[in-house]
């Protein structure tokens, strides 16, 4: 994976971005706003605040920094290239536009001068206006250009790690290597299978092994590329942009929430008994069965599922023992390393050390050794359809030559984004495809400790609490979890509350340890669908059903994270400021200045726009 490439196939537009001298000015100033160099007062602070975790010259050296020094305007159009929707690059463009202009930008800052002639202060001032402004469009504007400004920059230019203390290397321990997967190389027409799948994931790739295993002739199509794992590299522009689409961002069409969707999953996991029985009400009795239970556990022998050989890492050991200290239900994740530690640090990036068990090394091996073929880098066009009946597949090989291949069963198993978009240019009618997308929306909030967490270090998503999985006794809620949070993505979604508190709280990056709000949504509007480009649009609106158990797990992880001893809580609500303890005070649930703010936090709710929001479960459409 030396080289990085995201994905040929999400053709947004024949030119890339561009803006005109005006308009780029204006977006300089605006990178320059969220990643500024700071005064010589405010460095004194920070120098005051950090002394006993950084050394001065770190800090100064830091707090020097700005956008336009390290040239990261570049890196941001490279961003909108690969993440943006065509229609909302027009919408940006013309942002740009009227904040080049003085009537422009005095409607939007109250300073009658173009953005870019205001000082940094008052910069400053008008982008936390946004933050707090009472309308969603501007705290859409505030979120979506944190995101353009610090994920580019954080995950491209590695000066910014250093103070953070982000440890780029580890020496992995590899389990034997597993041999390459051979990849099919064919352009001839009209090859013939028992069965084609489509989508090398948990679906598909479990569908493929056991046809293949039952004799079948099995060809297995992947949009993306196969890399082996001497192919990975432990670095996030190269792991984001190679196993994600897009680079790991997708904004929905209002920009609401990001989607990140990717091809590389951890430990399986069960469905709820309230789950099951919820599908069983609507006719689908199976999965309530004995049958289905069967299944699971077949799943969950394959991949090697176990709870044994789990080492906590710092930040999945603060939400155990804040959940012990409260009395909440915590229990272990099963991860599908066969009870082996994993603690590579880069499980996002790709698991060097071959001990994963994902579907490529096992129901895709189990297929190999069974005769299956295998195509990456090709696009299925359409699925081919005779007389009412499936024969086959149009497809693009390495994403120039059009191939047909011909199969007695084509199985669509591409994924919530890409599925739909398939079965619509086969010819497909029914008006549900592409309806009722769930996500599971999430957010993250913050706990600052007086000790290293280095939430980046060791096995992932380890521990689970589930005491607001089902607040209102309808199977609906959320849990709360460890998300795998390295610099990029610690960067935009930590609230930018001014250029200096930002570069504080990057600073305090392994003193930090996040808990993510996953929520079960229950009657959110999801909907996806494809431009002329065949680009997938998201939208997608949060119910206030959903809104609500968000907010109930934001509540329980702030108490969680004090309970373990956290002395400054974030929040991911734009308008709720952090909860610091004084310097004379322990951290404790009962603080009445802490239950006040945790009452607030509930009040204030999750309101459209007003904070964080992020999906990494595309749950079906």
Known sequence: MSASIIDPFR????????????QLQALIALLDTFIAPLSQNQINQILIDLKSTHTPQEIIRFCQISSSGLGSAQATLRFIDNTILPEKRLELAKFLSILSTRPGTFILTGHLVEFSQLSLEDRERAVLSWKDSYLPALRGLYKSFVALACHPAFKEYPELLEAMHYDLKKEVVYDPVYERLPMMIHDKQDLHFDAIVVGSGGGGGVVAGQLAKSGKSVLVIEKGGYFHEDDFLHQEKNGYNNLYENGGFSPSLSGSISIVAGSVFGGGTTPPHYVREEWAKQGLSYFTSPKFSKDLDRVFERIGATTEGIKHNGSNQVLVDGCKSLGFPV??????????????????????????????????RDAHEHGAKFLEKTKVKRVIIENGKAVGVECLINYENKVKFRA?????????????????????????????????????????????????QGSIMTAVCNVAENTERDGYGCRLEVPCLHPSSYA????????????????????????????????????????????????????????????EGIVRATEILVAAGAREVLSSQFAIEPFKFDTDEEPRVDNPRFIAWRDSVARHGFPDEGANAFCAHQMGT
Not at 353 to 363: C, D, H, L, R, V
Not at 523 to 551: F, M, Q
Request: net charge positive; aromatic share 8%; glycine share 8%.
């Open 11 to 22: 053709k947004r537009v024949s030119q890339p971005f561009e803006l005109n001298q005006h």
């Open 331 to 364: 229990s272990d994740i099963a991860q599908n390393t066969n009870g082996k530690p994993h603690e590579c640090n880069f499980c996002f990036a790709g698991c060097r050390a071959g001990i994963k068990n994902g579907t490529m090394n096992t129901w895709l």
């Open 408 to 456: 007695d069963q084509v199985i669509v198993s591409a994924g919530s984004l890409q599925s739909p978009g398939i079965l619509l240019r086969s010819g497909l009618k029914n008006k549900q495809i592409g309806k009722n997308l769930f996500l599971h929306p999430c957010s993250i909030i913050f706990g600052y400790f007086d000790k290293k967490i280095k939430t980046h």
């Open 492 to 551: 935009s979604v930590v609230p930018w509350r001014g250029a200096a508190d930002h570069k504080k709280k990057m600073m305090q990056y392994d003193q930090c340890a996040p808990i993510l709000i996953l929520a079960r949504d229950k009657d959110s509007k999801g909907t996806v669908y494809y431009d002329k480009d065949e680009n997938n649009v998201v939208d997608y609106s949060l119910s206030a059903r959903d809104r609500r158990s968000i907010t």
